[in-house]
């Protein structure tokens, strides 16, 4: 699956509805003028869930939202449209990936995300959003970065995480200093009103074998990112990776290339990556593997340092039109190593499911269909996060009672 076509389908909105069962609870159902096309959310303190939508809003050209749980177990959910981007002139249009929720002075949260789009051409930019000062009041935009096409600058930003001292790290799809994508940081101002400062850190394509296009991006408790790309590798079908940080400030970042995808039974274009215990990377392949389907994969860390990782195929997404297709969510590592994903839709449905690690050694995961979208195409599960007691929450796109996507709550 192509770059576009994965964008296009977490962008269109097919006016389909999500059928539920008990397990699964439609949190709020967008309606255009509130957003379109949601692309995940992240919980954060009070239960409060923060994301964006693609499209939608006050302009058309995406949204960053907020849902408040409900006081009492039968209330619903409210919903606060925080912020109308408002085109490709402005700060920037089409948000894409998850937001990252921070905090600034006098405790206020910030909201940190990404825009697709600047100029129409796919450069993008990194924004925040300040809580006010009293309830009621409206939330503060500021623009940090804006990234630009020219030789040496990533651009089409579509991932971000956030590291020790408030930094922030990113990919860039494309761009970067060989025109293979970049991980670029975004270091915080020393004092108040100065200006955020981006670095590349890496950038794709430097030599024979290496990833190209990253897609996914997470960071483990000593700094580490791992990442995967869509392109790239021994093959050209896609990579695992690690950044080990400099030791020193100032210092250059090591890439190493984990896995390289092969295509006929481990899958290509890597899709995103999870961390695990043990240091245990998991992830998705949105295509090929024994189906022609994808496949959820494991990478284990070698004993000792410098060997190689250890790459397991734990299931091949099979050749059903109700299952859906691969997967481009990241797994979500659930109690005693279970896994969950969902999968984008097929020409009748797409899916939540479970992956259970085998009871023994060398045994075999057990996948386990949670629950189905339907439809002439089922929605998209285009976001997944793990809440507390087990909780699962995502996001659809399309969806809903006007099929523009929806957010909901699943208890597996």
């Known amino acids: 699956m192509s770059r576009s076509a994965a964008i296009y389908g977490l962008c269109v909105a097919l006016l389909l ?24 959310v992240t919980l954060a303190s009070g239960g409060l869930l923060f994301g964006s939508t693609a499209l939608g809003g006050k302009w058309g050209h995406g949204a960053v939202y907020s849902l408040t749980p409900p006081a009492s177990a039968t209330g619903a959910w409210s919903e606060s449209l925080l912020y109308s981007f408002p085109g490709y002139r402005g700060d920037g249009a089409d948000p894409l990936g998850t937001v990252v929720v921070g905090s600034a002075a006098a405790g206020r949260m910030v909201v940190f995300g990404l825009t697709y789009y600047k100029h129409r051409v796919g450069d993008g930019t990194v924004f925040s959003l300040t809580a006010p000062a009293s309830p009621g009041g409206a939330w503060t935009e500021e623009l940090l970065h804006t990234f630009s096409v020219t030789p ?35 270091t915080p101002p020393t004092s108040t009103g100065g200006k955020w400062t981006e670095t590349l850190i890496y950038s794709f394509g430097s030599a024979a074998g290496d990833g190209g296009d990253p897609t996914g991006l997470v960071m483990d408790g000593t700094g580490v990112l791992y990442g995967s790309t869509f392109g790239g590798g ?8 690690s950044l080990k940080p400099p030791a020193a400030p100032g210092g250059v970042w090591q890439e190493a290339v984990l896995y390289s995808f092969q295509g006929s039974n481990d899958g290509s274009i890597a899709a995103n990556v999870s961390l695990g215990s043990g240091g245990v990377l998991y992830g998705t392949t949105a295509a090929d593997g024994a189906s022609g389907n994808g496949t959820a994969f494991s990478l284990t860390p070698p004993a000792s340092p410098g060997g190689a990782w250890t790459e397991s195929v734990l299931y091949q997404f099979p050749p059903s ?21 969902g999968t984008f839709g097929a020409n009748s449905g797409s899916s939540l499911f479970s992956l259970t690690p085998p009871a023994v050694p060398a045994g075999s995961w057990t996948e386990n269909t949670l629950y189905s979208f339907t439809g002439l195409v089922g929605p998209w599960v285009t976001g997944l996060v793990r809440g507390p007691h087990g909780l699962l929450y995502g996001t659809t796109t399309p969806g809903g009672a006007g099929g523009y996507g929806t957010v909901f709550s699943f208890k597996p």
Request: glycine share 22%.
């Open 152 to 186: 040496g600058d990533c651009s089409s930003p579509s991932e971000l995480v956030m590291g020790a001292g408030g930094v922030l790290y990113g990919i860039g799809f494309s761009g970067g200093a060989h025109s293979g994508g970049a991980v670029f940081s975004l």
């Open 17 to 40: 509805p999500v059928l539920c069962v008990a397990q699964l609870n439609t949190l709020f159902s967008f309606n255009v003028s509130d957003g379109e096309g949601p692309q995940g």
């Open 321 to 341: 039109a109700t299952f859906g297709y691969g997967s481009v969510v990241p797994l979500v590592v659930g109690k005693n190593g279970v896994l969950y994903g």
């Open 234 to 241: 021994t093959a050209n079908l896609g990579t695992v990776f």
